[in-house]
């Protein structure tokens, strides 16, 4: 979770990736289907992650994976878009993101 949210705001502070940090999908219209996809994949990935750290018992068992795994990709998208608004504050919002996954795992 941590490393996808820190590529994300480092991308998105950047001139480049504040573009698509604020913009977002929704300008590409019909190139929607083909941009977009990181978020699809970040999803899997924290999937994967999630069931890794319940397995491992980090989480509890009944921890609905997938359902948590779409609470934190909007968080990330949320940390890159305000990256992108307010790079200094990048940052802050990671070490945020950093507590809230230590109080999740039970560390």
Do not use: W
């Not at 980090?58 to 909007?74: E, H, I, K």
């Amino acid at each position: 979770m941590l490393a996808l949210a820190g590529a994300l705001a480092s991308i998105t502070a950047t001139p480049e990736g504040r573009f698509y940090g604020l913009m977002g999908n929704a300008t590409f219209g019909p190139l929607g289907g083909i941009t977009g996809s990181a978020s699809g994949r970040f999803h899997t990935m924290l999937v994967e992650d999630l069931d890794l750290a319940r397995e491992q018992g980090l989480l509890a068992a009944q921890t609905p994976v997938n359902d948590l795994a779409v609470l934190v990709s909007g968080a990330l998208r949320e940390i890159g878009a305000t990256a992108a608004r307010e790079p200094k504050r990048a940052p802050q919002l990671l070490a945020a993101l950093r507590g809230t996954c230590a109080a999740l795992l039970h560390q």
